[in-house]
């Protein structure tokens, strides 16, 4: 719901539209279950225009395994940000 009411306040406060929202900082990539769950609470909030970007800092174990096995995962996010693209 964090990043969800972020979205909001930053709409509602500040007049910014999100783009693209990342799942955490410098993080692994969380879980499919957290992926699409949060796209169906940014779209129910309002906000299915803002993409999210998966994968900011490793480790990545798992992430291709779950795109290939997921239609719904792979339907839920932009794409994938690499913050260190060369540790793979």
Partial sequence: QYQ????????????TEID???I???KPWGSVDYTVQLRAALDKAGFAGTQII????GPH??????????????SSFYGVGMHYPCDL
């Fill in 61 to 74: 174990d798992g992430l291709q395994v779950a795109m290939d096995s997921d239609a719904a995962f792979r």
């Fill in 4 to 15: 969800v009411d972020w979205v909001s306040c930053m709409k509602s406060e500040v007049g």
């Fill in 24 to 26: 955490w900082n410098e």
């Fill in 54 to 57: 998966l994968a900011d800092g």
């Fill in 20 to 22: 693209f929202l990342g």
